[in-house]
C-alpha cells in the first residue's frame, strides 16, 4: 500500500519482557516520527528521525526506550523492560523533509496497541 | 513550553446540523501551524484541516472550517452539515515553524453524530 505501515497491529506480552514494534513510512518521506497516545489522551512526541539522524529525542520517556531507522525507510521502536505504564498505542507518521516547507503534512499510520500484561 | 487545550471531552450533534470544537493553545512563537485531526476507531489519524499564523484568512476544507484568532489564541473547527461517519476523536494539534517538526496534540473531543 501507500501509507505507513506498522506492524504488529497488536502485541500483548508481559511485564518485563523487551518489545519491538517497526514501521515503514511513506516512500520518498525522509522525515518519521514516533509518538504514544495512552487511553483516553492525546498523542505525546517520542522521537523524530530525519534520514538515519534523530535530531529530536526529547519525548522518550526514559533509557528503556530506543529507536532506530535504517536507510530512509523502516524504523523500530524498542522498549525493554516494559512496564504496565507503557500500555498505549504506539503511532508512527512520516512526512517529506522539512526543509521543503516547513508545513509538511504528517502522515500516520494505525499504530500498535501494547498492552504489557 | 507550548500546550494545546480542548476543553470539551464530548459533544454531540445531530445530522445536517452544525457543530463546533473548540481548541486553545499557549505559545510565545510567532511562526507556527495548526491543525486538526480525525481519529476513528481504526485508530489512524486523519488530516481535516491545517491552518498557518501568518495567514489571516480562515482555512476551509468543504464542511470543515476553522476560526483562527491569532490574538486569543483560540483555534475552533466547525462542521457543517453534519454527517455519520463525522462521528471520531477529533484533536487540535500545534506544530512550531522552522526545521522542528513534531506536533504538539490536545486531549481530543469525542464528536458523536445523532441520526
Redesign the interface.
Known amino acids: 500500500g501507500a501509507g505507513v505501515s506498522q506492524s504488529p497491529s497488536n502485541k500483548v506480552t508481559e511485564k518485563g519482557k523487551d518489545v519491538e514494534l517497526r514501521c515503514d513510512p511513506i516512500s520518498g518521506h525522509t522525515a518519521l516520527y514516533w509518538y504514544r497516545q495512552r487511553l483516553g489522551q492525546g498523542l505525546e512526541f517520542l522521537i523524530y528521525f530525519q534520514g538515519n539522524s534523530a535530531p529530536d529525542k526529547s519525548g522518550l520517556p526514559s533509557d528503556r526506550f530506543s529507536a532506530e531507522r535504517t536507510g530512509e525507510s523502516v524504523s523500530t521502536l524498542t522498549i525493554q523492560r516494559t512496564q504496565q505504564e507503557d500500555s498505549a498505542v504506539y503511532l508512527c507518521a512520516s512526512s517529506l523533509a522539512p526543509d521543503r516547507g516547513s508545513n509538511q503534512p504528517q502522515h500516520f499510520g494505525d499504530g500498535t496497541r501494547l498492552s504489557i500484561l | 513550553a507550548q500546550t494545546?487545550t480542548?476543553s470539551q471531552p464530548e459533544m454531540s450533534v445531530q445530522e445536517a446540523e452544525t457543530v463546533t470544537l473548540s481548541c486553545t493553545y499557549d505559545t510565545s512563537e510567532s511562526d507556527y501551524?495548526l491543525?486538526w485531526y480525525k481519529q476513528p476507531p481504526?485508530?489512524?489519524?486523519?488530516?481535516v484541516i491545517?491552518q498557518?499564523a501568518y495567514k489571516q484568512q480562515n482555512a476551509t476544507e468543504n464542511r470543515f472550517s476553522v476560526n483562527f484568532q491569532k490574538a486569543a489564541k483560540s483555534f475552533s473547527l466547525k462542521i457543517s452539515d453534519s454527517q455519520l461517519g463525522d462521528a471520531a476523536m477529533y484533536?487540535c494539534?500545534y506544530?512550531r515553524?522552522?526545521?522542528?517538526?513534531?506536533?504538539?496534540?490536545?486531549?481530543?473531543t469525542l464528536l458523536a453524530v445523532q441520526p
Do not use: D, P
Open positions: 494545546v480542548q501551524y491543525f481504526s485508530r489512524q489519524m486523519i488530516l491545517r498557518e484533536f494539534a506544530k515553524g522552522g526545521a522542528t517538526n513534531k506536533l504538539i496534540f490536545g486531549t481530543g
